[in-house]
Each structure stands twice: as C-alpha cells, then as structure tokens.
C-alpha cells in the first residue's frame, strides 16, 4: 500500500507520495492513514466544482493529470465583478483555504499555462505579453506530459520548457510523439484548447445572493418569484421566451442544488413560472436540504425561442389550448414528466405497437397518421396474460376460457384476424429460398469461398404468428383474445387475452 | 283532507328546496333535461358521477359508458378528457387504447393520460383538472376502496365540479358502496349484444345495463338498457312494456307467400 495524498505536516516529516505504508508508518509512528475511496472523491469534488459556478459559470474538471483535484474556470467576463483578476483569484483561494482545503491557483490566458503556473508558480495573474517568457522558465514536468517522456526528457538533459521548445519539430515528433508538440502549442496558445463545462451554459439568468444564509423553502421560493419577474423583464425586452427554467441553488458548504421545470408552450409568465417551481417544490419534500444554508439563488432560461408581445383582444379564439397546456405543465411538474401522458398513434400493425404514450410536453407536432379503423378494444393489458381456452382445432372460435381462476363461457366470438410477426424488426435470420449448394470448382479455378451465414435464430413465422378473436361471453362482457402461433407446429399455441372492448 | 294535502304538498316542497340547498348542480341538470324524450338524457356538465360495476372486469364496460358521457361534453371550448389511474393497477385493468378509443369514436388527441404514484396526489391533480375551464371532463379509475376516497373528499370535487362546470367521473369496482357525496351513482353491469347483421356468432354493438342508484334525473324509470353505436348511445325499452297487448288475440290464418310474392289465395 502506498501513500498517495498527504499534507503539509506530514511533508514536513519527511513523507513523499509513492511511499510505501510501512516506510511511512516506521518514520512517524503516529501517523493517521485512510483508505482512499477514489469514487467518492471524484464524484465529490464533481459537485464541489458544481458550486464554483457562482463565481464563473464556465467550470470543468480538468482529468489530464489526475480524475480530480483540478478545477479550471473560464473568467472571461466575469473577473469585473470582482473588481479585477487579481482580486478574484485572492478571494476564491482566500475562501478555500478558510474552509481548511489546500489550494494554489493562477489565472493565465491559455488553460495549459494555467495548469502549468497553478502547480509550479502559483498565485500570480500572467497575462498574454509576458506569458511566453514565464512559461519559458517552469519545469517541463508543467506540461502535464507521461511519465515516459518526463523520463527520456530528463535523461536527454532538457529540464526547462524553453529548452525544449527550441529544438526542431520533426525531431521531437519523432521522438517523443505529437503528444508533445500539442501540449507545447496548446500551453503557448498556439493551438486552441477548449473545456466542456459542468453545467449548461445560460444566456440569460438573474440572481441573487444572500447577506445572511437561508434555508426555509418559503423563502426560497418567495426568491424565485422575484428572480422570475426580473428575468422575464429581460426576456420581454429581448423579444424572448423559454421552454425551459432551471433553478440553481447554492449551498455555504459548497454544494448546489438544481431544480428544473419545463413548459409545454414558449411563456415568459412569471406567474405561471413561480407557480410551475412551487408545484416542483412539492413533489422534493424529502430530497430538500439545505444544509447550513443557501448563499446565492440564480434563475436561469434555456431553450429560448423568439415570443411576440402577446394582444389580448376582442379577437382572439375561444380555443382552450393555452388552459389545457398551463395545466399540463403544472402536473407535470408536480407528479412527473412521465406521469402526464398522451397517446399516439403508430403505424404498426401489432396492437402494443400501434400506440405509444409520450408525455404530453414533447408531444407537439404529432402528426395523425391515415390509419385504417379497426375494431379495437378500449382497455388494453399492458402485458398479454395467459388463459386456458377450450376451441376447435385448427382455427375455430373459443368457446370456453379461464381467466385469472374464473371461468366464462363464451357464447359469442369473431375472427381471427391473423397479424404477422414483424419480420424486420427482429434480430432473426430470414430464408426466403433454400441456400444454393455451392458447385467444385473446376480444374484450375480457385474454389469460391461459401457466402457469410450470420449466427442468428431462423425466423419462425409461424410460431409468431397471433390469431385475434372477439369473444363475448354469456353475461355480455367482451374480451379481446389472441393465440400466439398455430396448431400443427412444433410446440402447442398459448392463448393470451390482450383487452377489454366496452 | 285539505290540511292533509296541504302537508303533503309542504313537505314535497320542503323536499325540493333541501334538494336543491344540497345539490344545487343536480336540480339544475333535471330542470335542463329535457322529460318528453324516453331515451338517455344527455347530462349537463358539473356533476359528480360514481359508476359501480361488480368486478374489474367490466372494466372495459365502466369506461365506456363514461366516454360515451364525456364524449358529449367536449365542446371547442372544453377540449380535453383526463384519465387518471394509480400505478400500481394498470396490469389490473389495462390502459385506454389509442386505436380502440378511434374504434369507439372517441378522438384519441383530447385524451390526456395522468398516473399519479399515489391516492394524495390523485385528489390533487383531479381538484386542479377540474378547476381549469377547458377541461370537459376527469375519469378516474379506482381499483380498490381507499380510506383518502372519504366523504370530505368527494364532497370537496362536487363542488369543485359544479362550479367549473366539468363532469367528474369515478369508476370503482367491488359491491360495496364508500360513502360519498356524489350527484349521481350508478350501477353498471355488461348486457348481451344484439346479432350483427351478416355474421350470426359475432358480438355484436356493446351494450350495458345500468341503474340509477342515488340521485334522480327527473325521468320515471331508473334502470336502462343502452346501446352504444356510431350514433350515440340509445335506449333500448325493456320487451315488457306497460301497455296493453294491442295485437290481437286470435292467431288468424296468414296465407303463404311464394317466393315471387304473390299471395296464394287470390
């Protein structure tokens, strides 16, 4: 077992990372070790970097060198809110190493030279003018390269990164490979590295951060109507509106919380936005938790879309799709995305297929197919439920049936109405004609390889085949039958009872 | 004698004006159902209506009969159904199909399907339904008896109900009745259909025995037999009407017909 962390203390003591336990332990007999749980650390500084995205909404978790332990943030933008670089970089490390956290960082125009001058030179601000002297001066080790090529690098005598940048290309290309070069060029800024941020960037956001923590979800919710009439204002004066609203909630203890709510329509209602959040709210109940209190609260609108200043006149339609769609979004907030569903119809010939239920928010734009009328049953059974059915051999009409341990008699039934296996659809191999006996090659002729037989199951049309009959028994009710497969096979049919008509 | 007709006539009005004091939606709906015609009423929105059948197996009945109900309450205005189903009991009882309800003559598109995860949110998303004005009318199908499903409950939706104006309908199943403050309950049980006209054995158009059990709609029977086809649904007068035989009494001789309808004698 080998020391793969340690602090400043044990450092001190004389402890380096790669040390074998026991070496470790002899030198300092009181030295406390923990097993490191690699998951659990990376998912949680994955939300730990969730919360930098107060300070910059472009965070990403460097995994070059290590699965965790870097952050990069892109301050583009953001750095005059804390009144210059500078102050920024001092105020976030000031409040880490508060919070107990070892840290050094560095702000640099490329994210290659951040990395490099946030592990060997930390706590400056480089700018794009000086950048390349600085670089020239840091180890090579700040170039996050493989162990192999620090080795050879080392070997070669070349310790600085001005050292090797001066050698020709070709030559250490060929020698070290193009991982390199493309370190180099991305720490120069030559060649342009980008970071894919945790959270989706928003355009358009409000926020609002807290003197004192809250935590009481009437308080927070009571924020979010606020936050939702100032950014509604903002949408209104872009000519926008959003599908989609996202609450970001963040935490003293450096956790967010994240809760999103959509429409159905393009809205910038604030009423209807608050009202969408309290229902969402409702359904969190235990989730919740505040912890030692939120800090800042920010309101973000994606999936925008251009919405007209909406006319209330004498002449508008008295259509009732607009209540029927705010209604929609208010169940779906509060019982579920999957919960609000409508059906639609499919052009499938077997019957589980013909229908499909997509929840009622992402059903605009469905088409109604032309689809013949048949007569199906109003209730159908999600899955078939098997029966014992007494009918004449091959295809006559069931006359007795038991199911779910009750017996019927049935005294009316037409049919059946056969439907084929989807042929096309099943990962089976289809034989249409029989294979062709490949002939000996004649004298002199190379023999022709045999074609490609996949190892797939033969199709079994008929064992897939379904009979669908309509029976009704003697009190009137009216049963929706099928058989899978046909009599004469090798295995005997099963019986299956799919609906109920009305 | 007069002072006896005279308490007669007071307590039937007595009668009447608790009636309405209690349910106003109903007494609106008999004033508006028309008394001369004896087939169906067609009844207004607003009501709270339980539909009882003995065994889920009717399930397919019991839906039914509210769609055909619901069907005549979607106006352009109020354009949407809701469906509402625990779920837990969709194996139990099957969901609404889209091509069967196309089948029935019910536009799958103004269906909207709802399955809360419990009874509480169940009564909550029936409440909201029904208070949107767009809204014809809210199914919501019940497995089995709930202790939330109590009086205050049911009393709560009526209300909602009437004053939005959209129909709710329960269906339970079982026979035994949960008190509830519901305008109308009925008892529904599946009838043999008739024949259809080229094939003997086939079943025929659905049809459905029910029975008023709590409420009246102003009509003097409380038991119909209904039919539902492409038209609507029609009653179907029992065989065994009020009125005296009108045929005669004697069998008279009927001469034969030959098959080029010429009658035989003369």
Known sequence: ????????????????????????????????????????????????????????????????????????????????????????????????????????????????????????????????????????????????????????????????????????????????????????????????????????????????????????????????????????????????????????????????????????????????????????????????????????????????????????????????????????????????????????????????????????????????????RLTRPVRLLPEPERVLISAEVPDGLPAAMIWRGQRYRLVRAAGPERLGAEWWRRSERLQLVPPPVPRPPAPGEKPVPAPHVPALPMHDADGQTRDYYRVEDETGRRFWLFRLGLYGGPEMPVWYLHGLFQ | MSTQNRHQRLAALRDIIADIERKPALAEARQRVASDQDGFPELPGGLLQEVYTDQSRN?????????????????????????????????????????????????????????????????????????????AAVIADICRPHKALDFTASRRLGLRAAEAGSSMFFLRYGSERQASAAHLRWHLMPGVSNDKPYDDRAPGNARWQVRLERGSIGKQHAQWLLEWTENGLSHIPSPHSTRPFAGSTLPRPVPALLADGLSQTA
């Open chain 1, 1 to 372: 077992m080998r020391i793969s962390a340690l602090d400043r203390e044990a450092g001190a003591e004389g402890i380096r990372r790669g040390q074998n336990l026991a070496d470790a332990r002899a030198l300092v007999p009181g030295l406390t070790v923990m097993e490191m749980n690699p998951g659990l650390l990376e998912t949680g500084f994955a939300d730990f970097a969730d919360w930098h995205s107060n300070a910059s909404p472009l965070v990403a978790v460097m995994r070059d060198a290590a699965p965790f332990g870097d952050l990069v943030l892109d301050t583009t933008g953001v750095d005059h809110l804390f009144g210059g670089e500078k102050p920024m970089l001092g105020r976030l490390l000031t409040r880490l190493r508060a919070l107990g956290y070892s840290v050094s960082g560095a702000i640099a125009p490329t994210i290659g030279a951040a990395w490099a001058f946030a592990h060997f030179a930390p706590n400056q601000v480089v700018d794009s003018l000086e950048l390349a002297d600085r670089l020239d001066d840091l180890p090579v080790a700040a170039l996050r390269l493989t162990e192999k090529q620090l080795a050879t690098l080392d070997q070669m005598g070349l310790y600085r990164i001005g050292d090797v940048r001066g050698r020709p290309r070709k030559s250490l290309q060929a020698r070290f490979g193009a991982s390199l070069l493309n370190r180099i060029d991305q720490a120069y800024g030559h060649i342009s590295e980008r970071m894919t941020p945790r959270l989706p960037p928003a355009e358009h956001y409000s926020e609002r951060r807290f003197a004192d923590p809250i935590s009481r979800m009437e308080d927070v919710l009571a924020t979010a109507a606020d936050l939702a009439g100032a950014l509604c204002q903002r949408l209104d004066a872009a000519g926008l509106g959003a599908q989609s609203f996202h609450l970001f909630l963040y935490r003293v203890d450096h956790k967010v919380m994240t809760f999103s709510v959509n429409s159905a329509r393009v809205t910038r209602d604030p009423a209807h936005i608050t009202a969408l959040f309290s229902h969402r709210a409702e359904r969190l109940a235990g989730d919740y938790d505040a912890g030692f209190g939120i800090d800042m609260i920010r309101l973000a609108a994606s999936s925008l879309d251009a919405l007209a200043a909406v006319q209330a006149g004498a002449f508008t339609e008295e259509n009732g799709t607009a209540d029927i769609d705010q209604l929609n979004d208010r169940m779906s907030s509060r019982l579920g995305t999957m919960a609000v569903l409508r059906m639609q119809l499919l052009e499938s010939h077997l019957p589980e297929r013909a229908a499909r239920l997509v929840p009622v928010q992402a059903a605009g734009g469905m088409d109604d197919p032309e689809l013949p």
């Open chain 2, 59 to 135: 399930a397919g009945a019991a839906l039914g009969f509210a769609l055909a109900q619901a069907k005549a309450l979607l106006t352009p205005r109020r354009m949407a159904v809701l469906y509402l189903q625990l779920v837990g009991e969709t194996q139990n009882l099957g969901l609404p199909y889209g091509p069967g309800l196309v089948s029935f003559g019910f536009d799958p598109a103004a269906l909207v399907l709802i399955r809360p995860a419990n009874m509480a949110e169940l009564l909550w998303a029936a409440e909201e339904a029904l208070a949107c004005r767009a809204v």
